[in-house]
């Protein structure tokens, strides 16, 4: 009986020293601030046709890039005053999601009065300046008709290779730290006016934002 008792004790002893010796678990939830992680994360400006490129994100399911927000004619001009009221419609979206970590900027013109690269450059600054720090910049000329070239009479027979010249030149400036990652393309079935997509285009041009930044 003593002896039993004794073993019984030594047992409870080491069952003891194990469950304290044992690491303690425990679970944190993590809260993220709007804007701080991959969904919503990226901004964009521009015009109707950014738009029609965020309709389609949105249509194949999309979630790093905002939704459209009322862009539409907003051409360069609406952006370069960063005060302007297309900057302010733009951070209601900074105010939903957070500041974004990078920004597509478009390059929009209507034919008359076009753009000009030092125009160009404000809306790169503005994008920064509206932007979480260090974000990264993108920039893209408004889609290109590779069947039918002149087809955008709003922007005039030359201008979305105007836009995609001028994305590109600001690309191949160091000073302006921009990412080019190729043009917009929109064939002749996948267009309303000459100019803006179509349902099929916008899941088009959807598609195309998806290989581009996710």
């Not at 955008?152 to 080019?180: I, R, S």
Request: glycine share 10%.
């Amino acid at each position: 009986m003593h002896s039993t008792l004794l073993q019984l004790l030594a047992a409870v002893g080491t069952l003891t020293s194990t469950i304290s010796a044992s690491p303690t678990i425990t679970t944190t939830k993590h809260q993220t601030a709007p804007g701080s992680a991959g969904e919503h994360a990226m901004g964009f400006i521009g015009c109707s046709m950014a738009e029609n490129v965020a309709q389609g994100y949105v249509a194949v399911d999309g979630k790093h890039m905002w939704g459209p927000y009322g862009t539409g004619g907003m051409v360069v001009q609406s952006w370069t005053n960063p005060n302007s009221a297309s900057w302010q419609l733009f951070d209601k979206q900074v105010a939903k999601h957070g500041k974004p970590t990078s920004v597509w900027v478009m390059v929009c013109i209507f034919q008359n009065p076009g753009a000009t690269y030092d125009e160009t450059k404000k809306l790169i600054a503005n994008a920064r300046l509206h932007a979480a720090p260090n974000a990264t910049i993108y920039i893209t000329g408004q889609p290109v008709y590779p069947d039918n070239p002149k087809s955008c009479q709003l922007a005039g027979p030359d201008g979305p290779e105007l836009t995609e010249n001028l994305a590109k030149q600001a690309a191949a400036d160091a000073t302006q730290n921009v990412k080019y990652l190729g043009p917009f393309k929109l064939l002749k079935g996948e267009l309303t006016d000459g100019c803006h997509a179509n349902t099929v285009g916008q899941k088009s041009l959807g598609q195309q934002a998806l290989a581009f930044w996710g």
